[in-house]
């Protein structure tokens, strides 16, 4: 149990251009959910809780009107880079909680600005 | 600031050994201790995890041992195999928040 899917697994786009990414917890539903954006070889770096129902409360540094988040429902969750350019090329991973102690991750998003 | 400090960056072991990561951290307020496994091109995934009210746990060929007194947690793999080469993250928990280390490569090479 307990399953987040995330898609797409890889995306690459024209400079300019919105990209969306899909978190979908499958088994289970989560009131919040995490995005977090990681560099190669780095750790995961919070961007951004994702709240059903409500806005997303977004870690210091990050765009909110860059990356909008929407949690539109308790197994759906968004990230929408708008007009993206090559520095956001980063791997995108989102996670959700079953409860307390279970958070999982999905497999991540390969985006590429081109 | 990093919240969990997370070493060696990078680790080299035989098949067959005992590979060790250690992560240490400050604020008292972290009630959950996970480990998580990262292979390239995929996202994080749970390993094993530990709650301060133990200093150890066990599964299968994967112990996490907790020192509440020191602040300090490590990760030992025994039997290390090939396959468990990938990036480690340890991470510590907040209200609803994880703070991640800085990630440790393991190779295993036979």
């Known amino acids: 149990g307990a399953v987040v899917s995330q898609h797409p697994s890889w995306v690459i786009c024209k400079s300019g251009t919105s990209v969306k990414i899909e978190c979908r917890s499958l088994d289970f539903q989560a009131t919040t959910m995490f995005w977090y954006r990681q560099f190669p070889k780095q750790s995961l770096m919070l961007m951004a809780t994702?709240?059903?129902?409500?806005?997303?409360?977004?870690e210091q540094g990050v765009e909110k009107d860059k990356f909008l988040i929407n949690h539109a429902s308790l197994t759906l969750s968004t990230l929408t880079v708008t007009s993206a350019h090559p520095e956001d090329s980063s791997f995108y991973i989102c996670s959700a909680s079953r409860d307390i102690y279970g958070y999982t991750f999905g497999s991540g998003t390969r985006l590429t600005v081109v | 600031q990093q919240q969990v400090k997370q070493s060696p960056q990078s680790l080299i072991v035989q098949k067959g050994g005992i590979s060790i990561i250690n992560c240490a951290y400050e604020?008292?307020?972290?009630?959950?201790f996970p480990w998580y496994q990262q292979f390239p091109g995929k996202g994080p995934a749970l390993l094993i995890a530990i709650r301060p009210d133990v200093s150890e746990k066990k599964e299968g060929r994967f112990t996490i041992s907790f020192n509440k007194s020191a602040k300090q947690f490590s990760l030992h793999i025994m039997d290390s195999q090939p396959g468990d080469s990938a990036t480690y993250f340890c991470?510590?928990?907040?209200?609803?928040?994880?703070?991640f280390g800085t990630g440790t490569s393991l190779t295993v090479i036979p």
């Open positions: 604020n008292t307020a972290f009630d959950y």
């Open positions: 991470a510590a928990r907040s209200g609803n928040q994880f703070y």
């Open positions: 994702s709240n059903e129902g409500s806005k997303a409360t977004y």
